[in-house]
């Protein structure tokens, strides 16, 4: 019994609709017009201010690129069943790195920049190293590493050292636009991109997702499980030092303390975003969505009247994306949950 | 001998820095700084207990900074209030254990993963916390700082009460069903529930014990100052989770001990006041706890390959 091929088109239709993407672009849609017609204010001059306005959504865009770089480090991470809690931390230690290389080094920001990015990749390197090599959980390894980052940027600067007057031109990159958009987000898109690519249209990506699903079966598959797995970090290591130096771009300045906590939005985003935090599936435009998600959820708040009024925009969207984390988990889980409660309920009398 | 070799090393290392303490910085050994020492850490060593049983279990809980930070300022309003000792600290323990249930209820009910669930509970905690607070001190009545006792006498209390409580519960580890429950947990949950034992149930209960731990912890941390921070508990999450792994009990669960746990929290907890003695600048404290946490974890890779082999 076959289905005729229109039910079948009908089908292909329900599926595309209901997946995990749609349902949070439903989201981030209904979101953003909320924000539209709750946040967008005419002050008493009559311009329109708040969230409605054309600048206010470059600054959403700017906003977001380091912690959607991030995201997009932790999802081929995520893919294959690990995760890294270091990238946060890196981000902070690479924008010291680099504030000394050019500052105290006497370096050009180029060169500066590329000294940078080997180092990351290098630091993402020793997480690769200790995970592969010596076989240990990536959540420990990480966890370790977090803090030897974060103690290494404090070590470096004693704490108090920040680094400032970056050339315009640098600065270019972090607080202009180019061709219309901000110039950061160009690199965003062109890192998306690339890891789009090798997730979904490569065999690396479909190495990682064996991977996820199973390390053992991978291995007999044939797989470089190790070196694949180490790409995989050094890949992460590397968007975060981009992350670093775009980061310190925009503010104009370097400090130990960068990136505090970025770890987390990027892990809820790469969440939200449908990559399963148990491995073996995920996509990078569902990681885009829910970086989205997070941003616009973000500067929306900070444009409430009432959020305005309490001064607690940062407060309420740290806890908001908290509960986003937990709902989107939930309902992971929840047909499994059903499926299980149904099964016993409907067992065959004896 | 054998079994306890990871023990022992870590024992080593801070016989090994004590020593050396000994030679270079007399001065550390002073009476009165050590006794402080170790009444900051009393509060530490609680919930690094909690932890281990945590970590047995093959469960991790990153939320116990939040908790913590949850914890004092609730206790630190009811004893603004007027509520007396002998009530905040049940209602603070009762706190810290309903929000170790919401935990529990994710990772045991739901079989969510608990590294995302408590880094989603810790989240919405603390900005739950600014958010009610906006980052106000609570000021605390008089009786409450040291019990009303000395401070002499109320360090010797805390540290005496952190330390009756690690024998007990490290026993009871061993030696009590329920502990071994843990283990068998821990080890192989599929095998224990064929042994007849319910894993969810046995996860659900450790993350209410830990929770519970860590309203006493809070309530420990009141007792020594006159006010309540609300980010006393920032960072608590990593201290404890690197002491216990520090200490030997393996992230893979059902292997390692507290008495490890509390070898593990001492040698850290050595560090900063040892950074300060030798004169070294304070700011690399948290690289060097990192690069004893990756020690820890390569001496335990290195280990467990060479078994294998």
Known sequence: MSASPSTQTRRDWKALLTRHEMLLLYVLIAEWLFFYFA????????????????DRQFDILRHSCE?????????????????????????????????????????????????????????????????????????????????????????????????????????????????????????????????????HRTTFGRAFRTIGFSPEGARYAGLPVARRLALVYVLAGLIAAIAAIIYTA??????????????????????????SIFGGSGTVHGTLLGVAAIAVLKNGLACLPVVMRMNAAEEMSGLLTGALLLLALTAGVLPKILSRFRARHHAPAP | MKRFFRELSVLGALAAVLVGMA??????????????????????????????CVI?????????????SVCSVCAGLLAARGWPLLLVLPASVALGALLGAVNGLLVAGLRLPSIVVTLATMVTLRQGLN????????????????????QMAGQLVLVGASVVFLVALALAMR?????RFVYAVGTDAEAARLAGIRPQLVTFLVFIFIGALTGLAAMMNLAQSPQVQPLSGAGLELKVIAAVVVGGVAISGGRGNLWGAFTGLLLLACVSPALIHLHIEAYWEKAIQGAIILLAVVADGLRTRRLNR
Not at chain 1, 39 to 54: D, H, P, Q, S
Not at chain 1, 68 to 81: D, K, M, N, S
Not at chain 1, 252 to 270: N, P, R
Not at chain 2, 25 to 42: G, I
Request: proline share 5%; aromatic share 8%; charged share 10%.
């Open chain 1, 39 to 54: 946040g967008t204010t005419t002050n008493r001059r009559g311009v329109v201010v708040g969230f409605g306005t054309l």
């Open chain 2, 23 to 52: 030679i270079f910085a007399p001065a550390f050994f002073s009476p009165q700084p050590l006794l402080s020492l170790l009444t900051r850490e009393a509060p530490t060593l609680v919930v690094a207990c909690g932890m281990a």
């Open chain 2, 56 to 68: 047995i279990t093959r469960q991790i809980d990153i939320s116990v900074g939040s908790m913590f």
């Open chain 1, 250 to 275: 925009r503010l104009g300045q370097a400090k130990a303390d960068a990136g505090t906590g970025y770890e987390l939005f990027a892990i809820t985003a790469v969440v939200l975003g449908g990559t």
């Open chain 1, 67 to 199: 912690i959607g770089l991030l995201a997009l480090a932790l999802t081929p991470v995520i893919i294959t069943a690990g995760i890294d809690l270091s990238i946060g931390s890196l981000l902070g230690l690479c924008a010291i790195l680099f504030g000394k290389l050019w500052h105290d080094g006497g370096l050009p920001i180029p060169v500066a920049a590329g000294l940078t990015l080997a180092l990351g990749a290098l630091a993402g390197g020793l997480n690769a190293i200790l995970i592969t090599a010596l076989r240990l959980p990536p959540l420990i390894v990480t966890l370790g590493t977090y803090s030897l980052f974060r103690g290494l940027a404090e070590a470096i600067t004693h704490g108090a050292i920040t680094y400032t007057d970056f050339p315009a031109s640098f600065l270019f990159v972090g607080q202009e636009r180019w061709l219309g958009l901000p110039t950061q987000a160009w690199i965003f898109l062109g890192v998306a991109l690339g890891v789009g690519l090798l997730v």
């Open chain 2, 131 to 150: 958010l009610v607070r906006q980052g106000e001190f609570v000021n605390l009545p008089d009786r409450i700082q040291w019990f009303g006792l000395s």
């Open chain 2, 175 to 179: 030696h009590v069903a329920a502990g």
